[in-house]
C-alpha cells in the first residue's frame, strides 16, 4: 500500500536480531528503502555486521554517542556516499545499573544526565545533523514507552528520561514542520529486547502486559517496524509530532 523505493534510512540501535531497531531496519528495506546501520563498539559487531549484510546496507559503522565525533562521522559518510537522507531511526537509550535499579529520587547527577544525553540529546543531535540532508522532508523516529507517562514499577529513572524524549520529539516536530520533516517517537508496548533485560522483574512485567492488553498479545519488533514504515511514507506525510502506541492496547486499560 505504501513504498519507501529509493529512500534512504539510517538506522541506530540494532544490537541483535531481536532489537526494535532491527525490526524496523527490515521494514524499511521490505519496502525498498536503502540502508544505513551502526554498531555500539566492537563487542557488538559481531551480531550487527552480518544483520547489515543480510539486509544489504550500504553503509555500517561503528557508533558510540558518547565517544565525541563519532556521531559526526557517520553524517559525513552518509553525505558523501548518498548525498540525503530520508528516514532515521534513533533507538538508543542507557542509564546507569546503580541509577537504574533504584529510586528515582536517589538518581545521582552524573547517572542523571548520562541518561538523558544519550537517551534524549543524542536524538536531538542526530536530527540536527539530519537537517541538512533532509532538504526534501524527512521523517524522524525515537523510542519510546508507557512508562514515560505512567508509573512502572522497576522502570525507575527511564520514566522520566523517556518523557523528556517525548517532549523534544513535539519540539522538534513543531521547529521543522515547515521544511517537511516529521519527527515521531515510536512508544510499543513491553518487549523481550536486550536492552530491557537490565531492568529488574521485567518477565513480571511482560506477563503482566500480556494479560492485561485487549489483545492479550504483546507487540512484536515486526509489528513496531511497520508503524515506523508507515510513518516514513509518503501517505503519512501530515502526521508529526505523535507518540504511536503499539501495544495491543495495553496502555488504555491502566
Known amino acids: 500500500m505504501f513504498s519507501l523505493s529509493g529512500r534512504k534510512a539510517l538506522v541506530v540501535g540494532i544490537a541483535n536480531d531481536a532489537s526494535i531497531a532491527c525490526g524496523c531496519a527490515r521494514a524499511f528495506r521490505a ?6 546501520v551502526t554498531w555500539l563498539n566492537r563487542k557488538a559487531e559481531p551480531f ?10 550500504d553503509i555500517a559503522l561503528p557508533l558510540d554517542v ?6 559526526e562521522a557517520v553524517f559525513d559518510e ?42 534524549v540529546h543524542s536524538f536531538l543531535r542526530m536530527i540536527r545533523l539530519a537537517e541538512p540532508l ?7 523516529l525515537s523510542v ?9 514499577q522497576h522502570y525507575n529513572v527511564m520514566g522520566p528520561v523517556k518523557a523528556a524524549l517525548e517532549s523534544a ?15 515521531h517517537a515510536l ?5 523481550a529486547t536486550r536492552a530491557a533485560s537490565g531492568i529488574d522483574h521485567f518477565d513480571e512485567l511482560l506477563d503482566a502486559a500480556a494479560r492485561r492488553a485487549p489483545t492479550h498479545q504483546l507487540a512484536s519488533i515486526a509489528d513496531v517496524g511497520a508503524m515506523a514504515a508507515f510513518l516514513a511514507s509518503d501517505e503519512a506525510r501530515n502526521l508529526t509530532g505523535g507518540v504511536h502506541d503499539i501495544d495491543g492496547g495495553f496502555s488504555i486499560t491502566a
Do not use: N
Request: net charge neutral; glycine share 12%; hydrophobic share 40%.
Open 31 to 36: 519496502q525498498g528503502a536503502d540502508l544505513a
Open 48 to 57: 550487527v555486521r552480518p544483520l547489515a549484510e543480510e539486509l544489504g546496507a
Open 66 to 71: 558518547t565517544q565525541p565525533g563519532q556521531t
Open 78 to 119: 552518509i553525505g558523501r556516499r548518498w548525498g540525503k537522507l530520508d528516514i532515521l531511526l534513533h533507538s538508543i537509550a542507557f542509564a546507569p545499573k546503580e541509577d537504574l535499579h533504584g529510586r528515582v529520587i536517589d538518581c545521582s547527577s552524573d547517572g542523571f544526565a548520562k541518561a538523558m544525553d544519550v537517551s
Open 134 to 140: 533532509m532538504a526534501e522532508g524527512g521523517c524522524c
Open 144 to 152: 519510546s514507552f508507557f512508562g514515560s507517562s505512567r508509573v512502572v
Open 169 to 183: 520529539t513535539r519540539y522538534a516536530a513543531a521547529e521543522l514542520g515547515e521544511k517537511r520533516i516529521r519527527v
Open 187 to 191: 512508544s510499543p508496548g513491553p518487549l
